[in-house]
T-cell receptor
Framework: AQKITQTQPGMFVQEKEAVTLDCTYD???????LFWYKQPSSGEMIFLIY??????QNATEGRYSLNFQKARKSANLVISASQLGDSAMYFC???????????FGSGTKLNVKP | GAVVSQHPSWVICKSGTSVKIECRSL??????MFWYRQFPKQSLMLMAT?????????EQGVEKDKFLINHASLTLSTLTVTSAHPEDSSFYIC?????????????FGEGSRLTVL
């Protein structure tokens, strides 16, 4: 089974509006971390936000917030007040327990329209 | 913040030649680094885990004789694509995590785009 599933290959959002990128995960390990990365056309991977499995509150980092629903095993990324510079690929990733290995989703291509 | 640097960013080579890509952690020691391959519009595929001072651990289906990984120091890992062929053309990206990082996030290099003619 896929460890990380991103069901939206592409998304459009109007500038200044909010957008939610979906991510579901599959693990039996009670301890895990969930991450979101942004990959602009230049190719670099930019870390955006982290959510630990034991964290009680949803993570927030500036305009990014993570809607963590543990029972549903979902970790959706919410970008508020979208900007043109937010246009990029977004990857959800998971790290299980003490493992070093990260599992990446297939990514969502976000296009912000002016 | 932690920085991982990768070189070269772009490389074009002839079929049959070997290409070396370097990955350096600039402000922290990385006992473990990871090498990924990414095809256009696809996700990152983990190729191998590079461990300082020991042999790399390759993922299933990745030819270890084709993709040689050396992690000779705590700040440098290299990936050598040996006898490159056009099907090896891809985007290769390295990453490392910093010990004692609260979140344990991966820091990525800028990536290296390899084109084999």
């Amino acid at each position: 089974a896929q460890k990380i599933t991103q069901t939206q290959p592409g998304m459009f959002v109007q500038e200044k509006e909010a957008v939610t990128l979906d991510c579901t995960y599959d693990t039996s390990d009670p301890s895990y971390g969930l991450f979101w990365y942004k990959q602009p056309s230049s190719g670099e991977m930019i870390f955006l936000i982290y959510q630990g499995s034991y964290d009680q509150q949803n993570a927030t980092e500036g305009r990014y917030s993570l809607n963590f629903q543990k029972a549903r095993k979902s970790a959706n990324l919410v970008i508020s007040a979208s900007q043109l510079g937010d246009s990029a690929m977004y990857f959800c990733a998971m790290r299980e327990g003490l493992e070093d290995k990260f599992y990446f989703g297939s990514g969502t291509k976000l296009n912000v329209k002016p | 913040g932690a920085v991982v640097s990768q070189h070269p960013s772009w490389v074009i080579c002839k079929s049959g030649t070997s290409v070396k890509i370097e990955c350096r952690s600039l402000d922290f020691q990385a006992t473990t680094m990871f090498w990924y391959r990414q095809f256009p519009k696809q996700s990152l595929m983990l190729m191998a885990t590079s461990n300082e001072g020991s042999k790399a651990t390759y993922e299933q289906g990745v030819e270890k004789d084709k993709f040689l990984i050396n992690h000779a120091s705590l700040t440098l890992s290299t990936l050598t694509v040996t006898s490159a062929h056009p099907e090896d053309s891809s985007f290769y990206i390295c990453s490392a995590s910093r010990a004692r990082s609260v979140t344990g996030e991966l820091f990525f290099g800028e990536g290296s785009r390899l084109t084999v003619l």
